[in-house]
């Protein structure tokens, strides 16, 4: 019998200066764009480098329409924090990424985004919407717990 | 018989090419830090620019504890969109401010923002507190609706 | 006898918190993003939105060569900035534009770019390539001062 | 007879797509928050965290005076490069830092920055004045080249 988990990504950061605002915390904004490039990188562990994730599936984006986010505690310049990344749910076109960036062991930012999988219109160029996600996309956040995730993405550890 | 309203913002923006990704529209978190500036220009609006109200108030900033957003219709480079700004409810030491941003008077991106007024710990001058929001702060958010805005708050206006 | 000059812009700014470091001035790179802004709206005054001058002329932007900037002053959270930009040197497919940032009257940042009219390659769309500027182009730049800029320009100013 | 040379740096950054501009390429603001984070891990590698640099030597920070950057060749999402960084000069309150950014071995960004020791002013602490650098800081960024870098930094060397 096999059992399946959501793939997961850690994204370690170094949080700059220049993240930072006259408070000497981390500026939010700054903090959904590191989600945003966590959001990537669990595409890209997944085996999908967003370059060419956009020329295969002939997508222009996964771009956001919905986005929670709590802010625990603050972060500030020179510390180094892990992001936990995972797709928590998928549905026809869209799906929800859970972003949890952890300070010191920290629970710091708790993040949900809802995404589209975002094609243009056939009939307007001007147009952007949204279009099923594949199949053999959402197979590829799988991940069979009977196997150890050391041995079954060797080659993918490395870029994640 | 008094009647009272929210103070309410309006602040008109020019999406700006870098504030754009490759799929040509506003990247998301550049709406979260034009929103943080609506915030800003709100209390500006209401006779508090920032930086005079950290000093007076002695409080470092009033950052996010939550947020919500919804993306509706995307904006893109060389659009002019128009940000209404409130804030809807006050806590005893947080607030939250709505923000909705209109494309062509289109609802594009709502917005909440729950925030806290902040100061340094008077202990541990590394350690930021939530302090209880003064009420004259809190009076000045306040339009008395039996009087026209425009004779009300006729110097600041301009300000907005 | 007719005279030319250099059609000038004047953008005001306001310095936004988030653009702000834990210094508490402005974080340098916010300043090339307020002037590539600066440098999309010199082009709207001369009658060049953005989105329609690349659909038009069937480029992919202006972008940059070369940068050069000086900071003599810093600049801080709700301060109000003027910048005014000009183009100072036109070159077959480059140009060159000056920005002057100043804060209460005083010169705060000067800014020299060399910008490239770029097109996608007509035989690789992964390249951009230089084009020379269009003549037309060049001369919605220069302003005839034997008329006053108020009656040249009526419903231009409104735009800048 | 003891050689020295300057103390380099080499950063890996994964171009994110919020890093691009509609042309699809990297927004050149962006570049320069790159190489301001590039100047963070090469103190970072001689030893001076930033954080603790700030309230080791009392300084706010090290403020750009002068930017010169060329851009040679474009950069995209996805894409992976190299930042080598090192300081090139040493004057009494200020110091060049020269960021070579590669994309596939090809120098695709070459970036001169001046910066000055900088900390608030005795007197009026609303002022930023330059300071001179000390000799023990300066004294961080030889590489004595008699010796393997290997040998002679090893904790160093995970840092950067």
């Not at 180094?80 to 797709?87: H, P």
């Not at 949890?100 to 710091?108: G, I």
């Not at 009939?123 to 199949?135: C, G, L, Q």
Request: contains cysteine.
């Amino acid at each position: 019998m096999s059992k399946t988990a959501n793939l997961t990504n850690r994204k370690t950061l170094h949080i700059e200066w220049g993240d930072c605002d006259p408070a000497q915390i981390v500026h939010y904004p700054r903090y959904l764009a590191y989600f945003d490039a966590c959001t990537t990188a669990l595409f890209k562990k997944a085996g999908l480098s967003k370059r060419q994730m956009l020329e295969t599936y002939r997508i222009v984006g996964i771009p956001l329409v919905d986005l929670r986010a709590s802010f625990k505690a603050p972060s500030r310049f020179s510390d180094t924090v892990v992001v936990e990344s995972e797709i928590t749910e998928w549905g026809r076109s869209s799906f929800c990424v859970r972003h949890r960036l952890f300070n010191r062991n920290v629970l710091s930012v708790e993040c949900f985004e809802t995404r589209v999988w975002a094609a243009l219109s056939a009939t307007d160029r001007e147009t952007i919407e949204s279009k099923p996600v594949p199949p053999e996309v959402i197979g590829m956040f799988s991940v069979d717990t009977n196997h150890s995730p050391a041995r079954q993405r060797p080659r993918r550890n490395k870029l994640a």
